[in-house]
């Protein structure tokens, strides 16, 4: 069964930092691409980032670019967020998202979520 | 950035009665179009992908039908289990964007 289980969600001060983690199972984690995806209290979906199976290719959305850093390390099937210079605007549930990039990007399964809350 | 607009922002349908959501993107994105299912207190699940392929598992009476800018997700005979609120969203350009979202309503 493939699973994706996100970690490291807290309450964070604006200005600081935090990092998430993303345990992934059931599937051959270095085969494909994954995503961060997140939502907003009682908002829609917004695409954070992605990187390929060889993190040879990496995207950034235009608001987290500069600031968050995507990376994965395939042997210990995880995928990482590192999120810095947070602020309001970046408190949400961050998803975890297996990504199938072949005819894609969409994303077709889904963790659970890692809620971060900027406040001071 | 390609835009994704959602129509209507909710939709009461009643138990075994037809459901039409509408997505439009601001520029062709082809067929390169997805739709997501989000179950209260529930992450996204895929519905469609190609703009009318259903995913794994996905019940028959979900369809999806379009390309180019203009899409439509159908949910025909609809069952209580899909209250929900349903989301598109293209993958023909970076950055990847989604619609607003489309909740249905069980009446």
């Known amino acids: 069964e493939v699973q994706l289980v996100e970690s490291g969600g807290t309450l964070v001060k604006p200005g600081g930092s935090l990092s998430l983690t993303c345990a992934a199972s059931g599937f051959k984690f270095g085969d494909y691409m994954v995503s961060w995806v997140r939502q907003a209290p009682g908002k829609g979906l917004e695409w954070v980032a992605s990187l390929t199976s060889s993190s040879r290719f990496i995207y950034y959305s235009d608001s987290v670019k500069g600031r968050f850093t995507v990376s994965r390390d395939n042997a210990r099937n995880s995928l990482f967020l590192q999120m810095t210079s947070v602020r309001g605007d970046d408190t949400a549930l961050y998803f975890c998202a297996r990504t199938y990039y072949g005819s894609g990007p969409y994303f077709d399964r889904w963790g659970q979520g890692a809620l971060v809350t900027v406040s001071s | 950035e390609i835009v994704m607009t959602q129509s209507p922002a909710t939709l009461s349908v009643s138990p075994g009665e037809r459901a039409t959501l509408s997505c439009r993107a601001s520029q062709t994105v082809s067929s390169k179009l997805a739709w997501y299912q989000q179950k209260p207190g529930q992450s996204p699940a895929l519905l469609i992908y190609?703009?009318?392929i259903r995913a794994n598992g996905v019940p028959a009476r979900f369809s999806g039908r379009g390309s180019g800018t203009e899409f439509t997700l159908t949910i025909t005979s609809l069952q209580s289990e899909d209250s929900a609120v349903y989301y598109c969203?293209?993958?023909?350009?970076?950055?990847?964007?989604f619609g607003g979202g489309t909740k249905v309503e069980i009446k």
């Open positions: 190609g703009a009318s």
């Open positions: 969203q293209q993958y023909d350009n970076w950055p990847l964007t």
